[in-house]
């Protein structure tokens, strides 16, 4: 952004030192005849022209009026330099007026090329052409601002969307993971009272040699009972048994806290 900034800026100063080499030395630049205005209204009115193009893209409309209004001003007030580089400041700053603003202003913008064009022909001839061009100029920034506007609407849907998806998406894993966890709180019924009572044990944060000193177990024992219990209950880890044993209700919360105990980080089976 900084830079597209900085190479407005420049291209205003280029059109600006253009002009006065117009004005000062016509014969260097190829089409300009002998400048017979008054070179120094001819000079304040041309830098009026170009410079204020630097904030073309920043205040577009208010640019447009300031440089139509200063080329009106060197029609009246002085004999116009005959090149192409007020022209194309004057292009410039139609473009910008409907390019880098909105469809009321653009509008806006369209009636004081035409006021303009009126004013700095020197004859109804002079003032169709200028109306033509600068009126193409200011179609061709309408139609980008359009198609920039589309761009942008579209970029909003496509980033809302993603949104939704992925709250969706997000809302679907969480339907699914308490339909496994509902299911596996009624399987629960069909587990062994051995098996009960190892899934109680880790319901309430247990390691598997703690399950099998409980018992009276060997850990072998306690692992192959752990891997019974996740292949009944259809689950992956013992995180999910400890989820499942608090919603079917057969560990219940202790006073301290509602929230089940970390399972223990140990192999599930």
Not at 89 to 102: D, E, F, G, I, V
């Amino acid at each position: 952004m900084q830079s597209s900034r900085e190479w407005v800026a420049v291209v205003a100063v280029a059109l600006a030192a253009a002009c006065l080499v117009e004005i000062s030395a016509p014969r260097l630049v190829p089409g300009v005849g002998a400048v017979t205005g008054d070179h120094l209204a001819l000079g304040v009115t041309s830098l009026a022209a170009t410079l204020p193009l630097a904030l073309r893209r920043r205040h577009p409309l208010v640019v447009l009026c300031v440089v139509i209004g200063a080329l009106s001003l060197q029609q009246v007030l002085t004999t116009p330099t005959q090149g192409l580089v007020l022209l194309l400041a004057a292009m410039l700053a139609a473009y910008s007026s409907s390019a880098h603003t909105t469809p009321r202003r653009a509008a806006l913008g369209g009636a004081v090329i035409v006021v303009g064009a009126a004013v700095m022909g020197a004859d109804l001839g002079d003032s169709a052409f200028i109306a033509i061009v600068l009126g193409g100029a200011w179609l061709v920034g309408f139609v980008v601002m359009q198609r920039s506007t589309d761009l942008r609407r579209a970029h909003h849907d496509n980033r809302e969307l993603s949104a939704r998806l992925a709250q969706a998406a997000q809302q679907l894993e969480e339907a699914e993971r308490r339909e496994a966890s509902g299911s596996a709180s009624a399987a629960i019924a069909g587990l062994t009272a051995r098996e009960i009572d190892v899934t109680r044990a880790i319901a309430q944060g247990k390691a598997n040699a703690e399950i099998a000193a409980d018992l009276y177990i060997s850990e072998w024992t306690v692992k192959t009972h752990v891997a019974h219990i996740l292949r009944k209950l259809g689950l992956r880890d013992r995180a999910q048994v400890v989820v499942a044993a608090y919603e079917s209700g057969l560990v219940q919360p202790t006073h301290r806290s509602s929230t089940p105990p970390s399972p223990t980080n140990e192999p599930d089976r």
